[in-house]
């Protein structure tokens, strides 16, 4: 199992709808993330900031997150949440989610 930690902005004038969006994820994008052998997932929210956390238990990571990337249903959850989010200064180059480094952690 590997933990992942990622960050992204949330547009203050979106955070409610973001909000209300994720207070009801579509059950096809649910089905998605568990196919793709993410577990644990979690998105919190403060100053603008959004984190999340997973565990992937899968043992292809990339092919994964291809695979959920090339869902139609997905594809359509993402079109929606997107304009709610803006990727943090330091992102890379077409990052979206922008991956942080675990610099902790106590089982």
């Given amino acids: 199992m590997q933990r992942y930690g990622m960050i992204l902005k949330v547009k203050p004038e979106k955070l409610e709808e973001y909000k209300r969006l994720h207070a009801d994820v579509w059950p096809e994008v649910l089905d998605m993330i568990r196919e793709c052998n993410i577990r644990n997932y979690s998105i919190f929210q403060r100053d603008g900031y959004l984190f ?27 079109d929606v ?14 990052e979206w989610w922008a991956p942080m480094e675990e610099v902790f952690h106590c089982d």
């Fill in 81 to 94: 949440c997107m304009p709610c989010q803006e990727p943090v200064e330091t992102a890379e180059d077409g």
């Fill in 52 to 78: 999340s956390y997973f565990e992937y238990v899968g043992e292809d990571f990339e092919a994964d997150m291809e695979k959920m990337a090339a869902d139609p249903k997905t594809q359509e959850w993402w």
